[in-house]
């Protein structure tokens, strides 16, 4: 089992930043993807940024976030991190966790972000 923690989520201007970052624990060792997914109210949930761990570390990220959204990692504390730039109102969500291990997948509980003036 996989247990995630995010924290960094809130209120923030259209044109400012937030970071998002999420905490793993549990069996670890078994995690071969991390990243982010959101939902806004009325819509289903998509991915943001993914890192894919194999033989390279492969990146992806949502077409509307390219440029804007950077996800990193730190292995050794076992983090992923979303740092968000030029946040859009259209950006506001939950912003999930998500972590593979082989088939299985783990979700965190959600941080709320929300872009408004």
């Known amino acids: 089992q996989v247990q995630l923690v995010e924290s960094g989520g809130g209120l923030v201007q259209p044109g400012g930043s937030l970071r998002l970052s999420c905490a793993a624990s549990?069996?670890?060792?078994?995690?071969?993807?991390m990243g982010w997914y959101r939902q806004a109210p009325g819509k289903q949930r998509e991915l943001v940024a993914l890192v894919t761990r194999g033989r390279s570390t492969n990146t992806n990220y949502a077409d509307s976030v390219k440029g804007r959204f950077i996800i990193s990692e730190d292995n050794v504390q076992s983090m992923v991190y979303l740092q968000m730039n030029s946040l859009k109102p259209e950006d506001t969500a939950v912003y999930y966790c998500y972590a593979r291990g082989g088939p299985v997948v783990y979700w965190g509980q959600g941080t709320q972000v929300t872009v408004s003036s």
């Open positions: 549990g069996s670890i060792f078994s995690i071969n993807a």
